[in-house]
């Protein structure tokens, strides 16, 4: 059973703290869920655990089993088992989907052993069916000409090949419609087990009603602020956050920097649209 431990971890971009304390831990068989509006370091906090090279940890610990993650490259990270679901992947023209899962999976194997191609084959076209995804995927260059939805599935598709310990998702929801929601919901669901654990990074109450989250964590200020259980993120679909801050004494909830008497938001979530404050 492996275990995720986020110790007191603190990190930045361009000088400009984004992550400022955050404490948490996630084992095998447990499903997490981090919510908070945009702006409050969830998609960042996403990017340091699997080691994005934008990001500098300036305190804290990632540890996995008890090694230290921030020691290790980001395939090596990948090997001993985490795996992020992204909230936009990138396009790989030239490279085939089915290859570069196939290169993924042979990765984590001993060194000289490789897959059986009539496996990889039989899991590969046993994953597309249950996501529901078109018959000649394994032919189109990874994320090219993907739609929004295609990409995200195609996520899930990674995840269930690789089987990671540790999983992240990072607002793996938005951008599905409804139809497509409840398929990524339903394959995560039936992914989960006692061997892997589980985080989901939403704003939304929706994905939550087809991935049943045991612990559900409120991010402000780039820090985690409040836990619970499902009840909690139901107050929040029911309350928004404003409770919360009042009863914290929260003004802004975001992490943003003054700059030419201006409030620039910084971070991964907070890049996806520009806030007038």
């Known amino acids: 059973m492996a275990t995720l431990k986020i110790i007191n971890l603190h990190a930045e971009v361009e000088g400009i703290e984004i992550l400022r304390g955050v404490d948490l831990e996630i084992k095998g068989g447990q499903t997490h869920a981090i919510m908070g509006p945009n702006g409050t370091g969830k998609s960042?906090?996403?990017?340091?655990?699997?080691?994005?090279?934008?990001?500098?940890?300036?305190?804290?610990?990632?540890?996995?089993?008890?090694?230290?993650?921030l020691e290790m490259s980001v395939d090596e990270r990948s090997r001993a088992g985490l795996f992020l679901g992204m909230q936009a992947p990138s396009e790989v023209p030239g490279v085939t989907n089915s290859d570069f899962i196939k290169t993924a999976m042979n990765a984590r194997l001993e060194e000289g052993k490789n897959i059986s191609l009539f496996k990889f084959i039989r899991e590969y076209d046993r994953a597309v069916e249950d996501l529901k995804m078109s018959e000649d995927l394994p032919h189109r260059y990874l994320n090219q000409g993907f739609s929004g939805g295609e990409k995200k599935r195609n996520e899930i598709l990674q995840m269930k090949m690789l089987k990671p310990s540790i999983a992240i998702l990072d607002e793996i929801d938005s951008g599905l419609d409804v139809d497509a929601l409840k398929i990524v919901g339903e394959n995560v669901t039936a992914m989960k087990n006692k061997d892997l654990g589980l985080l989901l990074i939403t704003h939304y109450q929706r994905l939550l009603e087809y991935i049943e989250a045991d612990f559900v964590h409120v991010m402000m200020k780039g820090k985690i602020v409040k836990s619970g259980d499902i009840s909690l993120m139901k107050k929040i679909d029911q309350d928004g956050y404003d409770w919360i801050k009042e009863e914290l004494g929260i003004d802004d909830e975001r992490v943003f920097v003054k700059e030419e008497e201006q409030k620039v938001m910084l971070g991964t979530c907070a890049t996806k649209e520009a806030l007038d404050l």
Not at 49 to 69: A, F, Q, S, W
């Open 44 to 69: 960042t906090l996403a990017s340091v655990v699997m080691g994005h090279p934008k990001y500098t940890v300036t305190e804290g610990e990632i540890l996995l089993d008890g090694k230290n993650v």
